[in-house]
């Protein structure tokens, strides 16, 4: 990313602060690290001393985490807090000073009346700013505080009107035209122009999230989007929180039914807009609190109300199991595993998966329609001296990986293990290349309609891993399916993800399960993915506290 910051005036000593800084993360990537300060100069080459200096720098910046103990050999705990985004967010202007506030230059008036509710995360979230590579808790909060052209209602994958209130699309559907909602506010409370929302919208024409989108114009309240080809499901596209529009100099302001009032290291605070163009929520705020520990389960999801907090009431319970997670092989490596020698890994691999199954309670079988007959045979086959394999890490996947390497070893294969933290999965510079396994998550939902074609279009492992003749097929496929009828694009993600288990290009491995913990007074309690909750309809019963 170097080189890659907002064009803006930076000075030279914070664009050399924010190389070294790209050092560090590229080292040691989002995770706590046990260091001595020395190995830290060896990646910042530079000297000790000088090395100090600038960690002192970041630290003051909120650019990393850092404690350190006075003498020499003496081991220090330094974490990254921003991935590469992040860093590019802080580089905004409005975040160029350390200690800057997501309410600087805007007057916020006290937190309003109504309900409250708190919620934690295990580790800092970065800048609540549209991004397409967001996940778990990020994503959620970006469904919270930013809005697009269109969206998807909590929990479901049809799209709804959103900042435009109608949609028409032309006899040969090459253009559509949006009508914008007329007295939208951003949450600076400034009104909102077509000129900003067509300034971020044209920034997303032809990528691969509006792949089919040429060019887009704007004349007072109407937006029209001009195509290369049909694309019935530009809708689904535009409610992607990825399109969701920001402004244009502000990128934390957005249009949703909340507004960031704190965003620090320590906590995250939303509070209800009051110029939001929807249904008025019914909480006044959320806060998430963000400070760093150590989660055994990741996916427990505690929310508490100030009254829990100061007496234990009954707690209910919610559960959702929607993502498994897969592993899938490098067949474009020169040295790549032979079918027998992926057989045998496999066949480790699912044994490992049913005992974890059996040991974990938050571990789960994969449903029905991802299980299918596998189309190659076990049978004992000589594994190379070594492998190398990158996973998404979680408290269960570190878990996995570790067994799986333990088994490795005793067959004479050393596995070299690769964790990837949240948000960079897709980040430049892994080199996947020279993997051979790959262990990731994908959407269980049959109706999360852009889960496979997302990886097909964005996921640098894919390109890395999977045969390029089949890349094509699929990028063929998958843009004549969009000149049609979305259920039959739906139904076509799921013939492309059965066939992709089938021939084992990825296998299924296990469940996750996510389970969130609720007082008894809040009612009005819905889960969308990863059992996150509708904060727009929780309310709290009084006479059951």
């Given at each position: 990313m170097t080189g890659q910051y907002p064009s803006v005036s930076l000075n030279a000593k914070i664009s050399r602060l924010a190389r070294q800084y790209e050092r560090l993360l590229k080292q040691y990537q989002n995770r706590r690290c046990d260091v001595l300060l020395q190995d830290v100069a060896e990646v910042l080459?530079?000297?000790?001393?000088?090395?100090?200096?600038?960690?002192?720098?970041?630290?003051?910046?909120?650019?990393?985490?850092?404690?350190?103990?006075?003498?020499?050999?003496?081991?220090?705990?330094?974490?990254?807090?921003?991935?590469?985004?992040?860093?590019?967010?802080?580089?905004?202007?409005?975040?160029?000073?350390?200690?800057?506030?997501?309410?600087?230059?805007?007057?916020?008036?006290?937190?309003?009346?109504?309900y409250h509710f708190t919620l934690s995360s295990p580790r800092p979230i970065p800048a609540i700013v549209p991004a397409f590579f967001a996940v778990h808790y990020r994503r959620h909060l970006m469904r919270m505080v930013h809005v697009g052209v269109m969206r998807f209602p909590h929990g479901c994958t049809d799209p709804v009107p959103a900042l435009a209130h109608h949609n028409i699309k032309s006899n040969d559907g090459l253009s559509?035209?949006?009508?914008?909602?007329?007295?939208l506010v951003w949450h600076n409370e400034q009104s909102v122009s077509a000129a900003q929302l067509l300034s971020q919208l044209q920034r997303l024409a032809g990528t691969p999230l509006l792949p089919y989108v040429e060019r887009i114009t704007a004349n007072d309240?109407?937006?029209?989007?001009?195509?290369?080809?049909?694309?019935?499901?530009?809708?689904?596209?535009?409610?992607?929180?990825?399109?969701?529009?920001?402004?244009?100099?502000?990128?934390?302001?957005?249009?949703?039914?909340?507004?960031?009032?704190?965003?620090?290291?320590?906590?995250?605070?939303?509070?209800?807009?009051?110029?939001?163009?929807?249904?008025?929520?019914?909480?006044?705020?959320?806060?998430?609190?963000?400070?760093?520990?150590?989660?055994?389960?990741?996916?427990?999801i505690n929310m508490e109300t100030p009254r829990s907090k100061l007496r234990a009431e009954p707690v209910n319970t919610l559960?959702?199991?929607?993502?498994?997670?897969?592993?899938?092989?490098?067949?474009?490596?020169?040295?790549?595993?032979?079918?027998?020698?992926?057989?045998?890994?496999?066949?480790?691999a699912r044994s490992i998966a049913q005992s974890t199954i059996e040991a974990e309670a938050d571990i789960l079988p994969v449903p029905d329609w991802l299980t299918l007959p596998s189309a190659s045979s076990f049978s004992p086959a000589p594994l190379p001296p070594s492998l190398s394999m990158a996973y998404l890490s979680t408290p269960d996947t570190d878990k996995f990986a570790d067994a799986l390497a333990?088994?490795?070893?005793?067959?004479?294969?050393?596995?070299?293990?690769?964790?990837?933290?949240?948000?960079?999965?897709?980040?430049?510079?892994?080199?996947?290349?020279?993997?051979?396994?790959?262990?990731?998550?994908?959407?269980?939902?049959?109706?999360?309609?852009?889960?496979?074609?997302?990886?097909?279009?964005?996921?640098?492992?894919?390109?890395?891993?999977?045969?390029?003749?089949?890349?094509?097929?699929?990028?063929?496929?998958?843009q004549r399916s969009a000149m049609g009828d979305v259920s039959h694009h739906r139904a076509l993600l799921i013939m492309l993800l059965r066939h992709a288990i089938r021939h084992e290009i990825i296998t299924p491995l296990y469940l996750k399960n996510f389970t969130l913990r609720y007082p008894d007074s809040v009612q009005g309690v819905k889960c969308g993915p990863q059992c996150m909750p509708d904060y727009t309809s929780l309310w709290i019963d009084t006479t059951r506290c």
């Open positions: 080459a530079c000297t000790p001393r000088y090395t100090r200096t600038l960690l002192k720098e970041m630290k003051q910046r909120g650019w990393i985490n850092w404690s350190s103990l006075p003498g020499r050999g003496k081991i220090s705990q330094i974490q990254c807090m921003l991935d590469d985004n992040g860093l590019k967010e802080k580089l905004h202007p409005r975040f160029s000073s350390p200690h800057t506030s997501a309410s600087e230059g805007v007057v916020f008036s006290a937190a309003p009346e109504g559509w035209r949006f009508y914008i909602r007329q007295g309240q109407l937006i029209v989007f001009h195509l290369t080809q049909p694309d019935e499901m530009l809708l689904h596209r535009l409610a992607h929180p990825a399109c969701s529009l920001a402004h244009p100099e502000e990128p934390t302001v957005g249009l949703g039914p909340f507004r960031v009032i704190e965003h620090t290291d320590e906590c995250v605070k939303l509070a209800r807009f009051a110029f939001w163009y929807g249904e008025k929520p019914l909480a006044a705020t959320v806060t998430v609190e963000t400070q760093l520990r150590r989660a055994d389960d990741w996916g427990l559960s959702s199991a929607d993502i498994f997670s897969f592993m899938t092989f490098n067949q474009l490596k020169r040295a790549a595993l032979t079918p027998p020698q992926r057989a045998l890994v496999l066949h480790i333990r088994n490795l070893s005793r067959r004479g294969c050393r596995l070299a293990l690769t964790p990837i933290y949240n948000g960079h999965w897709h980040a430049p510079g892994k080199n996947w290349e020279h993997m051979d396994i790959a262990l990731g998550y994908l959407s269980s939902r049959r109706a999360a309609v852009f889960t496979v074609e997302e990886r097909w279009r964005h996921s640098r492992m894919v390109k890395a891993f999977w045969p390029v003749k089949t890349q094509r097929l699929i990028g063929a496929m998958l």
